[in-house]
Every structure is written in C-alpha cells, then in structure tokens.
C-alpha cells in the first residue's frame, strides 16, 4: 500500500543508482535519454550503442528482477574532451527527474581530434509501471 499523503502534499526523495557504463566512443550519433525496462530493450539499444565495434563487447548485466536502465547519450561531438554524466535522481509523486550534466571543454583548451559519442547508463531500483520519468540537462565548462 502506498503511503498516506494529505492533499496538496507532495513526496519527494532521492533514488539511489549505480554506473552501469559510461564512455565517449559509442555509435549513439543522436541524442537519446531513455529508461529502458526490459532486457530485450537494454539489448536493443546496447546494439545501437556499440555498432561501431567490429566485435560488439557482451551486453552489461542488469538484475531485471529488481533493476531498471536509464541511458542518456549526447549524440556527435566533434573532439575529444565531452563526458555525459547522471549525477541524480529525483521521485516526486510519480515522476523520477533525471539530471544529467554534459562536460564540454574549456575554449582554449586541447583536444583531441577524434568525433565522440558521449553516453552514460545506469541501474536504479524498479519502481510503479505508473511511474514516469523527467530527463534535465545541463552542461557544464570546467575551468582551464
């Protein structure tokens, strides 16, 4: 049973997660933020991700007895020095806010020439098939 909560009330805590698989040379050349909740699905989009590799590596285990993936990718960037990161999950009712910071870097700063494809995707606690989820991005410059 749900918890009681009196109107105009409304719940709010934090989700814990765990990296799954966080890289810059996926085969994601579009944005994508997902939450993937079935095996077949996490194989699906694991396929995308590593087309781009003449031996695609295993697909990473997830206990989808328990587990969920969320995956956020950027899509093309044109050098080296971009990272995709989730830093924290939000329940608030029945919605889960993703936040997640893409790192691009400094102007001025040395990179590499390479096209990258930044991703991350992790693995959260199942939650409600009512539950929804919210992605928010933001990017971030560190200093030189």
Do not use: K
């Amino acid at each position: 049973m749900g918890e009681y909560m009196p109107v105009g009330e409304h719940s709010e805590h934090e989700v814990p997660f765990e990296d799954l698989v966080c890289e810059v040379w996926s085969a994601m050349a579009e944005f994508a933020a997902l939450d993937v909740r079935t095996q077949s699905a996490w194989a699906d989009v694991w396929g995308r991700a590593t087309a781009n590799r003449g031996q695609p590596p295993e697909v990473p285990g997830v206990d989808w007895s328990r587990q969920w993936v969320l995956f956020v990718a950027t899509g093309v960037r044109p050098s080296t020095g971009y990272r995709v990161e989730i830093r924290r999950l939000v329940r608030r009712d029945r919605v889960i806010h993703v936040y997640a910071v893409e790192t691009v870097p400094p102007p001025g700063s040395v990179t590499g020439c390479a096209i990258t494809h930044p991703m991350h995707a992790v693995t959260m606690p199942q939650e409600p098939d009512d539950v929804s989820f919210e992605f928010h991005f933001a990017r971030e410059v560190p200093e030189l």
